[in-house]
């Protein structure tokens, strides 16, 4: 079945650093685009980056371009979000997000950025 798991998260400074992980496993993970949410308490789920099959093509949300880079890794089976420049508006739940005819989501690591 399919199986996503994300890392990463924890408490940092403004202005500081993450590097968030998505292992993912059931599917054949080369085929498929990936892509980041995130949500913060009473919001609604966001969409904060995607990045195709290949890695060749990745989207950003505005609110995270120049700071945040998906990348993935075909051969961990693996997609990352780096994060560079923190806010305390990006602390949130970042979940990984698969639609390979349906959709499955990880449960989620909580980051937290506060002085």
């Known amino acids: 079945q399919v199986q996503l798991v994300e890392s990463g998260g924890g408490l940092v400074q403004p202005g500081g650093s993450l590097r968030l992980s998505c292992a993912a496993s059931?599917?054949?993970?080369?085929?498929?685009?990936m892509s980041w949410y995130r949500q913060a308490p009473g919001k609604e789920r966001e969409l904060v980056a995607g990045?195709?099959?290949?890695?060749?093509?990745?989207t950003y949300a505005d609110s995270v371009k120049g700071r945040f880079t998906i990348s993935r890794d075909n051969a961990k089976n693996t997609v990352y979000l780096q994060m560079n420049s923190l806010k305390p508006e990006d602390t949130a739940v970042y979940y990984c997000?698969?639609?390979?005819?349906?959709?499955?989501w990880g449960q989620g690591t909580q980051v937290t950025v506060s002085s």
């Open positions: 997000k698969v639609y390979n005819g349906r959709i499955y």
């Open positions: 990045i195709s099959a290949s890695g060749g093509s990745t």
């Open positions: 059931g599917f054949t993970f080369s085929a498929y685009g």
